[in-house]
């Protein structure tokens, strides 16, 4: 089955701990893409990457890092210099930034991460 | 500044009835939106997209009509149904796969 997977789906982490998330798609896109969540504020873009070896910070990226050395993976750590880590995060991936029309972006399962 | 609102955080309708989800935007440089739908720990799913050039796009049950000059954005569901209920989020881009997301509604059906 052709999909988004993130795991672990719940995360506890004491503070001042980094933590990986983990994402891999198997839809050969090229684009990915994390997001945060929080209550009544939507998802906000944490950092995107359009092509292997490559990414951009997104709106909030202060506090994570990620790479993208494969195709299929793209990382998210989240640094202890990140304030309040507690939050839903949720992978995401396209086909392509194509400059065109947005292509539909596929989301994982997500990964509650609390910080204890 | 949040560029996308989705001004009602929650929305309780009868089955059968029909669904309105509201949602505005400030940037004028949006050209391109979409509607998300998520249940409680999962991932959003894809649900009807519109571009600048329609007012109007329907599949299925689901209808989205955009208001540019009002820069507004809605969604129809008729009839709605119980497997209905989750969170909507409305998302916009201005071209390109940049997506800003409203803060979502949550839409209850009741049988």
């Known amino acids: 089955d052709g999909g988004i997977t993130q795991s672990p789906k719940y995360l506890f982490r004491k503070e001042g701990q980094n933590v990986t998330l983990s994402c891999e798609q198997n839809?050969?896109?090229?684009?990915m893409y994390w997001y945060r969540q929080d209550p009544g504020q939507g998802l906000r873009l944490i950092y995107y990457?359009?092509?292997?070896?490559?990414?951009q910070k997104g709106d909030i990226a202060e506090g994570y890092s990620v790479s993208r050395e494969k195709k299929e993976s793209f990382p998210l750590t989240v640094t202890s210099a990140q304030k309040n880590p507690t939050a839903f995060y949720l992978c995401?991936?396209?086909?392509?930034?194509?400059?065109?029309?947005?292509?539909?972006?596929?989301f994982g399962p997500g990964t509650r991460l609390t910080v204890l | 500044d949040q560029q996308v609102k989705q001004n009602s955080p929650s929305l309780s309708v009868q089955e059968g009835r029909i669904s309105i989800l509201n949602c505005d935007y400030t940037?004028?440089?949006?050209?391109?939106f979409l509607w998300y739908k998520k249940y409680p720990a999962e991932g959003p799913t894809f649900l009807i997209s519109?571009?600048?050039?329609?007012d109007k796009n329907e599949d299925g049950r689901f209808t989205v009509f955009l208001n540019k000059s009002a820069k507004h954005l809605s969604l129809h569901i008729v009839p709605s149904q119980p497997g209905d209920s989750a969170v909507y989020f409305c998302?916009?881009?201005?071209?390109?796969?940049?997506?800003?997301f409203g803060g979502g509604t949550r839409l209850m059906v009741k049988p």
């Open positions: 990457s359009q092509i292997v070896n490559d990414f």
């Open positions: 998302a916009a881009s201005p071209w390109g796969n940049m997506l800003t």
């Open positions: 519109i571009s600048s050039i329609k």
């Open positions: 839809l050969n896109h090229d684009a």
């Open positions: 995401a991936s396209s086909i392509t930034e194509s400059g065109g029309a947005p292509d539909t972006q596929y």
């Open positions: 940037n004028s440089m949006f050209d391109y």
